[in-house]
């Protein structure tokens, strides 16, 4: 049985993954919007992730015999004023996301409830990930952006990403 405090964090971390694969389908839809098919790929490609995320989140909560809350997953209300702006978001948001976690981390090590460490330590891993993801676009953007023939080349690398399902099991 999970803390109750530890258990209703990881509830809300389900539903806010969810969130975040809604932001992440929006950046898609803006960039698709402005004909940028690879930007909107991996944003799409993002959104999968996101949402293997609260599953897997969600998973662990059945294991532990622990009911689950959906709640309401707010629209995303992000305006674009430019191709820079969902970029930014992205950072932000898994920056946000980042200390969601470490505060589920923090919780569990509190009751020095081990098993649930153990399983976010993926998530810890993962969070660097995407940050690191998300500040590398930015950066190249600022580079490459304001050169047509460079954002179209841009534009080609993320168009090849594809979908990996996570192998971590909980």
């Given at each position: 049985m999970l803390d109750k405090k530890v258990k209703e964090l990881i509830n809300t971390q389900?539903?806010?993954?969810f969130y975040s694969a809604y932001l992440y389908?929006?950046?898609a839809?803006?960039?698709?919007?402005?004909?940028?098919?690879?930007?909107?790929?991996?944003?799409?490609?993002?959104?999968?992730?996101?949402?293997?995320?609260a599953m897997m989140m969600r998973q662990y909560l059945i294991d532990n015999g622990e009911p689950?809350?959906?709640?309401?997953?707010?629209?995303?209300?992000?305006?674009?004023?430019?191709?820079?702006d969902p970029l930014k978001f992205g950072l932000e948001h898994e920056q946000y996301v980042t200390s969601l976690i470490n505060?589920?981390?923090?919780?569990?090590?509190?009751v020095k409830d081990y098993r649930t460490m153990q399983f976010y330590d993926w998530f810890v891993k993962e969070q660097l990930e995407e940050e690191k993801n998300a500040e590398d676009i930015l950066k190249k953007y600022h580079l490459f952006g304001s050169d047509p023939k460079g954002l179209y080349a841009l534009d080609q690398e993320l168009a090849a990403r594809t979908y990996v399902a996570p192998t971590v099991n909980a």
């Open positions: 389900v539903n806010k993954e389908l929006d950046f839809n803006y960039f698709y919007d402005q004909g940028l098919d690879g930007f909107a790929n991996w944003y799409d490609v993002q959104a999968q992730e996101e949402r293997d995320h689950i809350q959906f709640l309401a997953i707010d629209q995303p209300d992000k305006t674009y004023a430019s191709i820079e505060t589920i981390y923090a919780a569990a090590d509190d």
